[in-house]
């Protein structure tokens, strides 16, 4: 988060980024938030079914609308998508 832009980073997070997102299918599982230490300050998971959902949802033009938005907010802002063995 940019230095004095905490609180509407926060605030877009909750009320437009995670809603946004749980409208695409998406919901988070997990959120941390460092408060020290060189790690991303805000660092949220969660999973879906397969890996087209996660296409489907995160190359949509409502994902890019989302994250366009919380950018005037953050520094470095990234998006990874990990496939996992469901079996293990």
């Known amino acids: 988060m940019l230095q004095g832009k905490e ?3 926060q605030d877009y997070l909750v009320n437009k980024l995670a809603p946004g997102l749980a409208r695409l299918g ?4 997990d ?4 408060v020290w230490g060189n ?3 805000i660092l949220g ?4 079914d397969d ?3 996660a296409r489907t949802i995160f ?3 409502t994902w890019n609308k989302l994250a ?5 907010f953050t520094e470095n802002f990234k998006v990874r998508v990990t496939a996992g063995d469901a079996d293990n």
């Open 26 to 29: 998406f919901q988070f599982s």
């Open 68 to 72: 366009s938005g919380i950018e005037p």
């Open 39 to 41: 790690s991303p300050e």
């Open 59 to 61: 190359l949509s033009s």
């Open 51 to 53: 890996l087209d959902k």
């Open 31 to 34: 959120l941390w938030y460092t």
């Open 7 to 9: 609180q509407e980073c």
């Open 45 to 48: 998971g969660g999973e879906l």
